[in-house]
Each structure stands twice: as C-alpha cells, then as structure tokens.
C-alpha cells in the first residue's frame, strides 16, 4: 500500500478543514471591522482627508470578504495535510498574521492610533512573507493564494501611510466628543 489516504479522503478532509477555517476567518474579520467602528460612518474618519489613492468605500468590503475566503482556503489546506513537514509552524505563522490583521482595525479606527497601525501592518507584512514561504512548503497552491492578500496589505499600509501624512494632528486623536441628544 502507498499511500495513507485516498485522493477522494484528502479531498473530504479539505472540505471539512475549509468548513470549518473560511467562516471563522471570515467571521473573525467581520468582527474586528463591527468592534472597530471600521469604515466610512466612523465620524473620525470621515474627518480626515482621503488620498487620491483611496478607493471607494464599498470596495473594502468586497476585497476584504473575498480576501478572507482565499485566506481560510489556505489555511484549510495546510491544516488538512496531516503529517507534512513544517505544517505546524506555518499555522502558528498564520494565527500570529491573524492576530495582527484583526488588530489593525481597532488600532486604526477605534484608537485613531494610525502610526501604531502602520508599525503593525509592517509586522502583517513581513509575516505574510513568512506565511506565504511556510504555506507553499506544505502546498505550493495554499502559499499562491495568500499572495492578492500581500499585495492588498502592501497597498493598505500605502494608504495607511498618507493617511498619517496627510493627518499628522488626527493621529492618536481622542474622540469628537460629541455628544448625541434623543429626544422621546
């Protein structure tokens, strides 16, 4: 006998790793963003200038959902290859670049800390480099599907750069301090 599992075994194993891995991703993410006040309703934000480079809002939303998608796939199929070397370092690679990425937001958005979000979106950077070099030791593909996710936080930490630039006085900024009156 050659091999430990079937083709039609692995493939079920993938299936349950990535029922389990993308909804927890992608629920973690989303949870990040709702605990952060994340987004273009945050009275903060909407306070600073935007650079040129800043896309439209719903955008975010939409690569995000997707990026998180490609992110919990790979992580499924590191996960699912049971007995593979270098497996176990690549996951804590992972769930270190995920504890960062959920940080961001609040960092960024609840804290106004944009200098501290642009040192750990550095840090997101050079782990997804690690993750992705880990990854595509275990599987070639789970390591190329993280690769849109590097580029957008390469290009999240440009924003995240001009928007320090452009908002020196906005960084580490307390709230409004409005208060909001509702009348029964």
Do not use: E
């Amino acid at each position: 006998m050659r091999y430990l599992a079937s083709p039609a075994q692995l493939r079920a194993s993938l299936l349950r790793w990535s029922l389990f891995t993308v909804p927890a991703v992608l629920g973690l993410g989303f949870l990040s963003s709702i605990v952060a006040d994340a987004g273009p309703q945050n009275p903060w934000f909407v306070a600073l200038d935007k650079p040129s480079l800043y896309p439209p809002p719903a955008t975010f939303g939409i690569v995000w959902s997707v990026l998180y998608v490609l992110i919990g796939v790979a992580l499924a199929m590191v996960a699912s290859a049971r007995g593979a070397s270098g497996r176990g370092i690549a996951v804590a690679v992972f769930a270190l670049q995920l504890v960062l990425n959920l940080a961001w937001s609040p960092v960024f958005f609840a804290m106004h800390q944009m200098t501290a979000a642009l040192a750990i979106i550095g840090v997101m950077i050079v782990l997804t480099l690690a993750m992705i070099l880990l990854f595509w030791r275990v599987r070639p593909t789970a390591g190329a599907l993280l690769l849109p996710y590097l580029a957008w936080i390469c290009f999240a930490s440009v924003l995240n750069y001009q928007f320090l630039a452009m908002n020196p006085a906005a960084d580490g900024a307390a709230g409004s301090g409005a208060a909001v009156r509702v009348q029964i």
